[in-house]
């Protein structure tokens, strides 16, 4: 229980140590939350995932969160919200040769299906815990042209040789 709570107590970054569970908030948790939709029917997927297709995922999933980080934790630790696209990136490069008797070996279709199994992840489990996952939603309203804008608009789509983009923006 002293581990579970040490974690807590520094927002998760020595997240996950053994037999405790997943942490909330990190990529050993989102997967596990995805893992809950597997065998549930959505409007993207008429029917539950075969055993095949659970083992692709599997086999995705386990590459990405036993990958050790250079300060010795599992990926799965680190928080969903820290993840941005160039590290998605770097973790490609890095995950997509495997050394084979002392050869490396390219796995560029077995990186692609756990890069997209992570994709399928980050979307549906983004929609159910976006505060958890680092996004954030703008209530700024959208701002909306007056009439002299769309007069000044229409006038330089006509000059510039854009009539039909012109009328188009008029109809909107």
Known sequence: MLPAFDSWLTGGD????????VVIGTLD???HEYRRTWKQKTAKRLQPLSPGQCRVHETGIK?????MLK??????????SSIDTAFADD????LLYK???GEKVERRTTVNHAM????GAWNTISRAHPHLMGLQSTSRDTPHANFDE???FRTKAIELGYPSLATGVLIG
Do not use: H, Q, S
């Open 71 to 80: 300060d010795g934790r599992r990926l799965g630790t680190r928080r969903v």
């Open 116 to 119: 997209k199994t992570a994709r």
């Open 14 to 21: 020595d997240a996950n140590p053994v037999g405790i569970g």
């Open 63 to 67: 590459m990405i969160c036993e990958y």
């Open 91 to 94: 973790l490609f490069e890095k």
């Open 150 to 152: 769309l007069a000044a």
């Open 99 to 101: 050394d084979v008797d």
């Open 29 to 31: 948790w989102m997967f």
